[in-house]
């Protein structure tokens, strides 16, 4: 079964608008760590936030905001304000509790494209 | 925030030959080393978790002999593709763990890897 799934596999948004990217995670683990990460054509990984399961508030990085819906397993990423240099894939991952290793898994990926 | 350093970044070479990607932590010491590979467009997919002394941990269907993992150090890691075939051009991207970090996971800068 997909422990991380991201059904857009693309989206529009018009340059200084707010996107939404979605994320749901399957876990039994009460402790686990949810990322979204940033990776431009050149294939580098930036990190752009990070919620744990524990954490009681949502994540907040500069434009980037995780909506935490831990009932639902969900954790979307919202960027706001987008900038013509948001256009990329996003990835959403997850690292479940410390008895697995502390590797990730990845959902499929958004490919997210700034109109301007 | 801490920078793990991967090399070449792009490599050609022919197949039937063997090709070594090097991952370093420059300012921390990983006990844990990840090797991620992703083809255009999909999603990074975990082959191997590497430890410092000890053996690599494949994932299913990922050859141990095929892909050779060593992890000599706490700042070093290295995956060598043994008889490379046009079917193992891929991207390669590693990622490295800081024990005293958990809110996030420090990339490589990936290698292409192209076999002819």
């Known amino acids: 079964a997909q422990k991380i799934t991201q059904t857009q596999p693309g989206m529009f948004v018009q340059e200084k608008e707010a996107v939404t990217l979605d994320c749901t995670y399957d876990t039994s683990d009460p402790s686990y760590g949810l990322f979204w990460y940033k990776q431009p054509s050149s294939g580098e990984m930036i990190f752009l936030i990070y919620?744990?399961?524990?954490?009681?508030q949502n994540a907040t990085e500069g434009r980037y905001s995780l909506n935490f819906q831990k009932a639902r397993k969900s954790a979307n990423l919202v960027i706001s304000a987008s900038q013509l240099g948001d256009s990329a894939m996003y990835f959403c991952?997850?690292?479940?509790?410390?008895?697995?290793?502390?590797?990730?898994?990845f959902g499929q990926g958004t490919e997210l494209s700034v109109k301007p | 925030g801490a920078v793990v350093s991967q090399h070449p970044s792009r490599v050609i070479c022919k197949s039937g030959t063997s090709v070594k990607i090097e991952c370093r932590s420059l300012?921390?010491?990983?006990?844990?080393m990840f090797w991620y590979r992703q083809f255009p467009k999909q999603s990074l997919m975990l082959m191997a978790t590497s430890n410092e002394g000890s053996k690599a941990t494949y994932e299913q269907g990922v050859e141990k002999d095929k892909f050779l993992i060593n992890h000599a150090s706490l700042t070093l890691s290295t995956l060598t593709v043994t008889s490379a075939h046009p079917e193992d051009s891929s991207f390669y991207i590693c990622?490295?763990?800081?024990?005293?970090?958990?809110?996030?996971?420090?990339f490589g800068q990936g290698t292409r890897l192209t076999v002819v």
């Open positions: 991952a997850m690292r479940e509790g410390i008895n697995q290793g502390g590797k990730l898994i």
């Open positions: 919620q744990g399961s524990y954490d009681q």
């Open positions: 300012d921390f010491q990983a006990t844990t």
């Open positions: 990622s490295a763990r800081a024990a005293t970090v958990n809110t996030e996971a420090f």
